[in-house]
Every structure is written in structure tokens, then in C-alpha cells.
């Protein structure tokens, strides 16, 4: 038998899942220990790479009949490798608000766009949790998105969910130990003074929610924010923050404070808005995986309508 035909030989054993039969499936045998990516661009023939990690993205991949979507996953001789003929799109999450930049069996990272809540706060809210619970029950999954940190509305940017409850406790109660690195990117209006530097003070709501800080202890929570000035104009400057504690309202209350609000903010700013959204995005998001303890790193791009103040 030839390498190719030894690799790449469709096998007759059925591994279906739900709905589909086992001729939706095409089927290999590994013949030697390698990383799943690695296999599958070896064997399945006319995918390029990016179409290979969306199936495995979207759950059109098993091993041995489990699911896998783990690219790095390590396959053994002698397994067993499913790969769906569905069209690929139809395995992946369609939203204009949610885009799954990383999902394995414990959790999902997503961006969110603005204007799309983290979790519901109404009957007929759009949230992002609904909508991960919508793709999962469509890929077949049997689990649920459990919120684990939120972002504002009008916030968009890197946000991790889990799919079980184990997992968004651990998230959860050792949030400040798991995550490593938490930035974002922000348009504030003015010409910021300084390069970079520290503001730190408590944070507290009043009784009508809104956000104030004290220099000195009011009984609320001590807040902790890096900033680094990236570009300016004479009318706005970008602004990276790097939180090293994660208080309600922070990055917009602390901008306020050093008196460069985030434009577009109808709560903490001065009217400048000039690009009608908040422009406040959550561009890094940097964790150790809550059950493997592997370091994760996400990063997107600065948005393009902020930038484009900056040209």
C-alpha cells in the first residue's frame, strides 16, 4: 500500500453523531503520533488551513467518535479520525455580533461586537450568551454558555464564556490568578499630556448606579489602571489601558478622572463623540486555560474607525 493510500484511506466505520448518517462523514486511520492539524492538512485534500480550523471550530471533526476541536490535539497510532462533508459554513457561528475566535470542549473566547450585551437583562434583549446557546444547540453540543466576565453594551472585544459549570467556577473564583494579561484600546477626547503612567483610587456606586471615584477609601473597591498613550491629535488621542483590577466602569471612570474621557460616552464623557459608539475595545484578553493550565493569548485588531481619527 502507498504512504497516500495508507493515510488517506476512506474507512467504513461509522462514527455519526446526531442528525447526520455515517456517509456524512469521511474516515482515516492514523499510522503514527503527530498533532491533529498537522493530519488533517496532510489528508484532507483540497481544504486550505483556514477552512480545516473552522470544521474543527465547529465541531466537524472526531477522534476515535469524540469530538475534537483542539488543533494541537495529539493523535496516537491507531486512532480513528472523522471528518464531516458538510459544508463548512454551516458548521460555523453566523452572527453580526459574535465571532468564536477560539472554542474547545471547556470554554468558547469570543469578540463581541457593540451594542450587544454580554447576557440578557430582559425578555427580548440581544446577548451574547443566547446566541452561543443558539450555535450550541445547532453544532449538537449539549452544553450552555455560562457568562464569566462581562463588557459594557457599547464595549466591544475579547470575552471568554464556559460550557460547563465546573469550568466557569474555576473561571470565576480564581479570575485574577488565571488571567495574566487584560487590555484595551481606547479614543479619548483631547490631547493626552503624558506618554503613560498609573491611576489608582476606590470606585463606588451611588444611588443611581453611576461610578465615582475617591482618592481616599469611600468603602468601595480599590482600582488599579495602566495606561499608554499610542497616538494623538490635537482633538484625540489612543489610548491602551491595561487593568490590573477589573472594577464596574473603570476604564471610562478613570479616563474621566485624568479629564480625557472615552468618546462616545454618554455616562462618564463630555459630549465628543466621532464615530457614534463608545469607543472603548477589549483588544487582549491572556489566560491560563482553567483545566489544562496551558497559557492562552488572544488578540484583535485595533478597530478600523478608530484608526482611522488617527491618519
Not at 481544504?47 to 473552522?54: D, H, M, V, Y
Not at 480564581?174 to 503613560?196: K, L, Q, T
Not at 483590577?245 to 479629564?259: C, F, L, P, W
Not at 484583535?300 to 481619527?309: D, E, G, H, N, S
Request: proline share 3%; aromatic share 10%; hydrophobic share 35%.
Amino acid at each position: 500500500m502507498t504512504k497516500d493510500n495508507k493515510r488517506g484511506a476512506v474507512r467504513n466505520n461509522a462514527y455519526g453523531y446526531g442528525p447526520r448518517r455515517a456517509d456524512d462523514y469521511i474516515y482515516f486511520q492514523v499510522d503514527e503520533e503527530r498533532p491533529l492539524l498537522e493530519f488533517l492538512l496532510e489528508n484532507v485534500r483540497h481544504e486550505s488551513r483556514t477552512k480545516i480550523k473552522a470544521t474543527l471550530r465547529g465541531r466537524g471533526i472526531k477522534v476515535d467518535g469524540k469530538f475534537v476541536t483542539q488543533f494541537d490535539f495529539p493523535l496516537k497510532s491507531g486512532m480513528k479520525v472523522s471528518v464531516s462533508k458538510a459544508k463548512r459554513e454551516d458548521l460555523q457561528l453566523k452572527s453580526r455580533y459574535v465571532k468564536i475566535v477560539y472554542e474547545d470542549k471547556y470554554l468558547v473566547v469570543v469578540e463581541k461586537a457593540a451594542g450587544i450585551l454580554s447576557m440578557a437583562a430582559g425578555h427580548s434583549s440581544l446577548n451574547v450568551k443566547s446566541v452561543l446557546d443558539d450555535y450550541f444547540h445547532k453544532s449538537h453540543q449539549r452544553c450552555t454558555a455560562h457568562v464569566v466576565h462581562r463588557l459594557d453594551r457599547d464595549t466591544s472585544g475579547l470575552m471568554v464564556y464556559a460550557k460547563d459549570m465546573a469550568t466557569e467556577q474555576t473561571l470565576e473564583h480564581n479570575w485574577h490568578d488565571i488571567v495574566y494579561d487584560r487590555r484595551y484600546v481606547a479614543v479619548v477626547s483631547g490631547e493626552m499630556e503624558d506618554e503613560g503612567g498609573t491611576i489608582a483610587n476606590w470606585l463606588k456606586d451611588n444611588k443611581a448606579y453611576i461610578t465615582y471615584s475617591s482618592p481616599t477609601d469611600n468603602g468601595g473597591k480599590y482600582a488599579v489602571t495602566h495606561f499608554h498613550t499610542l497616538a494623538r491629535t490635537t482633538e484625540h488621542s489612543l489610548v491602551e489601558y491595561k487593568l490590573e483590577t477589573g472594577r464596574k466602569n473603570q476604564i471610562r471612570v478613570h479616563s474621566a478622572d485624568m479629564g480625557h474621557p472615552v468618546c462616545g460616552d454618554m455616562k462618564y464623557g463630555n459630549g465628543d463623540d466621532p464615530i457614534g459608539r463608545l469607543c472603548l475595545h477589549a483588544y487582549m484578553l491572556c489566560f491560563h486555560h482553567p483545566v489544562t493550565g496551558a497559557p492562552m493569548e488572544f488578540e484583535t485588531p485595533i478597530p478600523t474607525a478608530f484608526k482611522r481619527l488617527f491618519k
